[in-house]
């Protein structure tokens, strides 16, 4: 699956198909522009397209490559943009890569390892070709919204366990699966987070930068794209600082519940250590231990052993080691 | 509870009410401006107020949203800023957010979630021409002036908690509950801190940029106003500072504590194991055991168990084991 | 006690005394000038002397408030400056501030809560006229040089203070009251360095911003004063990473003390339980234990018991646990 | 080995080999240029080539330096960068640095303990002329990938050896040599990123800066290596925020298991210690003991025993202390 | 020991000596420099100079105290250097201060506890005329490099140092007096690093500012002088690396080392609690225990007893508790 859809658009309103070998965009209509979405493509497709739009070789080997980090350049007179995608699969966190280059009328999107195709999004500028007409710049703004959007449902999904596993801590201890688990989802928040930052990069220069292709009037929708994308790192912060909360309080819990189970130790060892050293006592085998012979000695003996660790207790207990 | 009021002011006074839909905007007189105040609204009125007053999309979306970080954004010759509100729900900080619209002769403002109203702060100014004929950057100051100082309650409240939560720690240990509500206390303290940081960069933008709509005799109170954020920015490093503090000094305590008591334990653990060890030794039944027929070797054996004993406690005492 | 002291100077040399509301400042010769030093003044006083000079409302509610931060503001070619002060009481650093006012011909201070007077200052600067007679700013600096200077002895205290805490560390293991004396440290440190911080950024705006009232050949005493500023700073910073060293190591130490306590406490332990277990099995009353009946049975037993426990005692000094 | 190799080349194709005193680079043609790789050159070498090709004393002094860290300098019209090698010797990281030269017509590299000679590359380059037509700026380009590039096998290799670590942690309880490995897995990472650090500083100069004897055709080459050494940056900050995770983790899955040994141990003390307790009591020789003279007494309290013993581990059991 | 050398320099070479308030230079030749070198110089030498050269009264303050942080100051069209110089005293760092003051014809140099005098270097120079023709702003350069390269052998020994602790940590456990000294070598490092922080910021300056006094072509110097201090800086943040992963790994291995020796401890004292409970029951009193009066009753509990022994100390040993 490798051209997904090209079309050429006037005025908002898709006009027809088109090659990616069409020389197509030389004769069109001021206003008018072609709109194509590859996935995954192959060398050649790659190269067609290339040669017939005029990319920079080296912008279209950083389309070839699924792990190229977020990114934007300039050449000459067009802009080539590199977004990370995600999306959850399963327990972890998987990337892709779009590549989206923008030319005088064109916009091409090559994507890598994403998971979520353009088709929706496509069916729905479509239908509302008012916006459609803003040109390939007001597309790249929703291509890259898109993108975006698809973090949210990632940071929700991590949030949520990671507040469970709060939960779990402020009730009891947490078990080895549970800690590994947190790091688990730490690691995986570390590394989104290192995957925002271009990301945010990318967002910036669309926002402050003078840029070749990029109308005035689509500013207020890349500020609006770098808002959604500092909601996502804020969101993320945000976890992580609940996760080290989680790690320190563990490590402060623990050790409190170390200390109390080693006064619990040392008293029960204490009382149950008298008994043991008194009776030794008058289990010695002296001949002359006149107490042996006393008609009330064991017995005044036992209650001895009785009230010395029941005042071991009472002192424990109140000291709250017991 | 949608429109909370709208007037139109002429030379700082109140003039007559206007509706959401009121052409007047354009016909009224240079200097008089229209103060609408809006809460919660409804997409309608959202939508009506935006037509009337040619408020751009993308920021009427912002205002719809009671999540929005701050943020200052220009649109032509308007300007839209939105604040976080917070107040106290209970032990908790509760967040809102408030958008305001400042257009050539009209301000709107548009509550979500935020719990105080702006009708005290209305009646004061208009009990004061004087200030109201500044114009709406004035009102634009008045209601962000009126968003922070609702920082400062909540900063004491838990800078109250915290502080007791020290004497606390410095006269005894730590209880799990304390544990666990220090925790939360500093998870409150970072949130709010990165809720700051945003309304932080709004305050640095109204000082620092030429903005359209702020004159230039506005610009003192923008900057009493950054002052006050950043009053409360040091009172919030200044508590999370003593919150660390409370945790290191907590953890070097217990580990201190818990040294303590294994040293006692090791010291009682050998005084007591004296008399058990010698005991054992005369409680052996070899037929030929010399001792146990003289006549004082009981009490020999029992002075030697208590000598040893005490002289154990002793050394114990002197080098604080005990 | 309000007015301090209020004199209007000619040539750096004191001319007259003047009143708050007295309209000399509109009179007076070029390079003439009036200082005026208040302190904790009455509302009143402070709206005359704001009548009489034209100063800002909003700087005059700033010069009232004794808790300000430091800062530097310009309303339109006034300056306003307000300075953090320091001053050991007891064991803690008390805080007050001080703000300075610097027109055209005029400088006012207006002292909250700080304990060191302007007197002795300003006697001395009037002897020397050739100093006095570089006008306001060379004063200004002078003042707020004297503010700084009183920040040193309060970190050589603490610095002392700080040193013999690590002699103590190094030299024994903390207690409670120096562990709890170091925290208390600490944060006197962070929150003067937390003062500190808006006085740098006054003194950077002093060297390296075009302000009102201020002379060129002022630059270099500015740049001093910053220069002073910055050793107090780096000074802190030291004080800060001994504490950190006091408190890692201390930390460390701890732990090793702990582990060749248990150490110490398992060799004996494993020492006193070979006599007690071998007792123990010659003291079982089986009828047919062969070894009861020999002649030296007991005297044998006596030396294994003995031969095992310095064989024990022997190996575990060896090894370092003992 | 000193000289590797020294030829002219004229619109991309080698013409004939040079000599280091070659008054070649005057008479040559526009475009044309001299390459000149030389490896651990003698200080006669080095000061012929400086001498003929007018270098910097200086920049000479860094190229004879195999510690120089990685700069870009300027001198007049000349560029003189050196970047940090690396590759694998064993275990361990080795360095090298490569200093180059580029001037009007020539560009001269100067290996110092870099493993990797340049010959394949020039060969690689020779057989694609269009490539070598771009200039001597192309070539540096060429050079510097070709050393970047070499950081990546080595990324990759610490890279697999982290992620065993963790596998091992996370399965079991690291040893004394797991423990120590990763301390040196961190160490030569810090370096690592040290060495870096430079690196990335001369990428962006070359990205950023107007530099004599780039064309302008060059810079997205530049980019393009900025954006390979930012790759290894990024690797190198994941691997080590694994590491720290690692660490985090197994201090706190120790810490657990210690808490979990010591509560074990505290069960079976107390188990044991009755018995103990119980048995020394009927152990006791006293004459009057009605208990030992009964039939059953013997077996009751060998029931007492067990059934105290049985109900104490059950409890131990239930509250997983055991 | 006050005037070290003060000599007229003509054409790079030696002309005439000079006294502090010899009116020469401003009658010498263009291009003729004096140089002049103090140290610890009295009040009076430093006014004379102060006088005759035109010298600001702050930096000669500046001068005069040994405890100045380095800066670069301009006064007017004079240049003031202070750098810090370091030289060991047995285990520690002793840091002294040079002052430089370059004027159009003057380079006056004034040290203040500064080990290393400047002769060696101005000798060196004066046999290198080719050198010292360049001006006052290469000796300036010379001397900075003096003082850097006085920091090297002072990283060196540290490094060693440091490098020791770390095999005796990773060889074995570290006693009291290693941490000790671990600390006092952080303290030394961490200061030395506070010390670098203002000279790196005066070699950016020399490097980046428009100074006077400064030929374009003295420019490759100080960018020589700024790496060599960078390189410095580098070798101390890899030493502090060291020392931060000598304390984690130490804390570590410890924390494994309790670990290990209380699973030890846990299992000798359940091996040895066996017999002791077991010999106990047989060591009870009552009349009727019929195992007592078999034959064979002893030998098969003393068998019982070295079978459980066994059993568990296999189970420890299996478990790697022994
Ligand atoms: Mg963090
Ligand atoms: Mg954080
Ligand atoms: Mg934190
Ligand atoms: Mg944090
Ligand atoms: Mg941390
Ligand atoms: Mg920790
Ligand atoms: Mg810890
Ligand atoms: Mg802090
Ligand atoms: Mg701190
Ligand atoms: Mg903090
Ligand atoms: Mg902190
Ligand atoms: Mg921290
Ligand atoms: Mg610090
Ligand atoms: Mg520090
Ligand atoms: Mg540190
Ligand atoms: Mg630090
Ligand atoms: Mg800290
Ligand atoms: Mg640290
Ligand atoms: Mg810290
Ligand atoms: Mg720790
Ligand atoms: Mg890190
Ligand atoms: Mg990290
Ligand atoms: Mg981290
Ligand atoms: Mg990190
Ligand atoms: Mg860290
Ligand atoms: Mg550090
Ligand atoms: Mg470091
Ligand atoms: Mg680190
Ligand atoms: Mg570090
Ligand atoms: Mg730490
Ligand atoms: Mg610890």
Chains 1, 2, 3, 4, 5 share one sequence.
């Not at 079309?7 to 069109?28: M, N, Q, S, W």
């Not at 790192?233 to 189970?261: C, K, M, N, P, Y």
């Not at 008609?295 to 109140?318: D, E, H, M, P, T």
Request: proline share 4%; glycine share 6%; with cysteine.
């Amino acid at each position: 699956m490798s051209v997904v859809a090209a079309f050429l658009y006037h005025e908002g309103k898709r006009l027809r198909p088109v090659t990616l070998i069409d020389p197509a965009c030389e004769h069109i209509a001021k206003d008018d522009f072609v709109w194509i979405g590859l996935s995954q493509p192959t060398e050649t497709e790659l190269a067609d397209i290339a040669g017939n739009y005029g990319l920079h070789p080296l912008a279209v080997e950083d389309a070839g490559n699924g792990h190229q980090i977020s990114k934007l350049d300039v050449y000459g007179d067009q802009l080539c943009i590199v977004a990370r995608t995600a999306h959850l699969e399963g327990d972890h966190i998987a990337y892709g890569s779009t590549a989206i280059f923008l030319g005088k009328s064109f916009l091409i999107t090559v994507r890598q390892g994403s998971a979520r195709s353009h088709s929706e999004l496509r069916a729905h500028l479509e239908i509302t070709p008012e916006l459609l007409r803003e040109g390939p710049d007001y597309v790249l703004h929703a291509i890259l919204d898109f993108i975006v959007d698809g973090y949210f449902p990632i940071v929700e999904a991590i949030e949520e366990d990671v507040l469970k596993m709060e939960q779990r801590m402020l009730a009891a201890f947490l078990t080895r699966e549970e800690v590994t688990r947190i790091f688990t989802l730490r690691r995986e928040l570390v590394r989104f987070q290192r995957v925002l930052g271009p990301m945010l990069e990318v967002g910036r220069k669309l926002v402050n930068l003078q840029l070749p292709r990029l109308d005035e009037a689509s500013k207020p929708y890349f500020r609006d794209l770098l808002d959604h994308m500092l909601r996502v790192e804020s969101a993320i912060t945000g976890i992580r600082d609940i996760l080290i909360s989680v790690f320190e309080a563990s490590h402060l819990l623990e050790q409190q519940r170390q200390g109390a189970i080693t006064r619990q130790l040392a008293a029960w060892a204490a009382i149950l250590a008298v008994p043991t050293a008194i009776a030794g006592i008058y289990g010695m085998n002296f001949e002359n231990m006149p107490e042996l012979k006393t008609q009330w000695g064991y017995f005044v003996i036992l209650g001895v052993i009785a009230a010395v660790c029941i005042g071991l207790y009472i002192r424990f207990k109140r000291s709250h080691w017991l």
